[in-house]
T-cell receptor, first 116, second 113 residues
């Protein structure tokens, strides 16, 4: 009964390819996120969706396109992969947007993307 | 703007010893504070959080943290470390009106037998 799940766990691909990472949460949360963790372990917010609507896009290149088919899913599609895209990508979810005490983020296990 | 500093990149302790991981934040009002743990190859797991009330917060796995407003700190402690506690620990801060936390750079905990 994993709360936030991601697939695949590992992704190795060549430069220039297009790939997708899927995320699903079964917590009934309204808000979902994508984070990028670089080689120095720094976590940076990429996107946030609330009720399938894009709320935050933190100056991420438009090669990255999130898609939220429903509240429980937020997928990340990456076009024309570059070496610098190599990182661990985390999906997360939270109850809502109010910023209150209920809005703790719960993270998925991460997807380690390696671009060769 | 909110910010978080974890001054120790690595901490090494012996199994059974006590542990304190430091976290300092910068934010004008009372923040929401979190500690997450990332085990090797795993995602981030919430250890504990502080929103209001008692400044000593108990979490999972025997961890606790104390909010000290005067020092702008939220240090994580454990009285006796187990080898399985070896992991990366992240402190995060969020303002009351924002739902996006700012994460520190993490502290890597190494546990010697």
């Amino acid at each position: 009964d994993t709360a936030v799940s991601q697939t695949p766990k590992y992704l190795v691909t060549q430069m220039g390819n297009d790939k997708s990472i899927k995320c699903e949460q079964n917590l009934g949360h309204d808000t979902m996120y994508w984070y990028k963790q670089d080689s120095k372990k720094f976590l940076k917010i990429m996107f946030s969706y609330n009720n399938k609507e894009l709320i935050i896009n933190e100056t991420v290149p438009n090669r990255f396109s999130p898609k939220s088919p429903d509240k429980a899913h937020l997928n990340l599609h990456i076009n024309s992969l570059e070496l610098g895209d190599s990182a661990v990508y985390f999906c997360a979810s939270s109850q809502g947007l109010a910023g209150g005490s209920l809005d703790t983020q719960y993270f998925g296990p991460g997807t380690r993307l390696t671009v060769l | 703007a909110q910010s978080v500093t974890q001054p120790d990149i690595h901490i090494t302790v012996s199994e059974g010893a006590s542990l304190e991981l430091r976290c300092n934040y910068s934010y004008g009002a009372t923040p929401y504070l979190f500690w997450y743990v990332q085990s090797p190859g795993q995602g981030l797991q919430l250890l504990l959080k502080y929103f209001s009330g008692d400044t000593l917060v108990q979490g999972i796995k025997g961890f606790e943290a104390e909010f000290k407003r005067s020092q702008s700190s939220f240090n994580l402690r454990k009285p006796s470390v187990h080898w399985s506690d070896a992991a990366e620990y992240f402190c995060a801060v969020r303002s009351g009106g924002s739902y996006i936390p700012t994460f520190g750079r993490g502290t890597s905990l190494i546990v010697h037998p």
